[in-house]
């Protein structure tokens, strides 16, 4: 019986040991796109990227602290008594447990930050696509203004020439009438 007990409580902290490496793993992968993601970000400001940087590298080595401190604790486990084990056990589920409330809150802060930031780069791009729809209708204004200008200018070149061609013609005719009375008088 006893060493029924031994083998299962040996068992249950061989499973909870896995079950936290998986979450640690986890955790880890998920650090490790933010990681990847950040890098890929060149349009940061310096600044907002080195904190970022910084933040998630943190986070980073504090999970491979806690992957190898849970590495080193499972093989510590594994050598334990059964009576032990059991005591060991309950000591062990409190620290995983302030551990895990630990990481995620810590998550919530580095993607809170993260959140922010590209919440922030969204607004700077809306706010950079408002400026040039704005300056594309400035211009497409200043192109219509240019045009009725040009316009109104052909207009009165065009008006100047028929009141020329008309004074012209009616010129020509007086000529042409003025000679008639004169051959007519001769």
């Known amino acids: 019986v006893k060493n029924y007990q031994k083998n299962q409580h040996h068992l249950q902290l061989k499973a909870r040991a896995e079950a936290v490496e998986a979450n640690l793993q986890q955790d880890t992968n998920r650090i490790d796109r933010m990681l ?10 310096r ?29 510590e486990m594994e050598l334990l008594f059964a009576e032990e084990a059991q005591k060991m056990w309950k000591k062990q589920e409190e620290v995983w447990d302030r551990e895990d409330r630990a990481r995620k809150r810590l998550m919530e802060e580095v993607s809170e930050a993260w959140n922010k930031q590209i919440q922030e780069r969204v607004l700077t791009a809306q706010e950079a696509e408002k400026e040039a729809i704005k300056e594309k209708q400035d211009v497409q204004n200043r192109i219509q203004e240019l045009q009725k200008f040009i316009q109104d200018e052909e207009s009165k070149k065009t008006k100047k020439r028929e009141e020329l061609v008309k004074g012209f013609d009616e010129g020509v005719r007086a000529a042409e009438s003025a000679r008639r009375q004169v051959r007519f008088q001769e």
């Open 36 to 45: 990847r993601l950040v890098e890929l970000q060149e349009r940061w400001q």
């Open 47 to 75: 600044r907002e990227k080195e904190k970022c940087l910084k933040e998630v590298k943190w986070m980073q080595e504090v999970l491979e602290h806690q992957k190898a401190e849970e590495e080193r604790r499972r093989q």
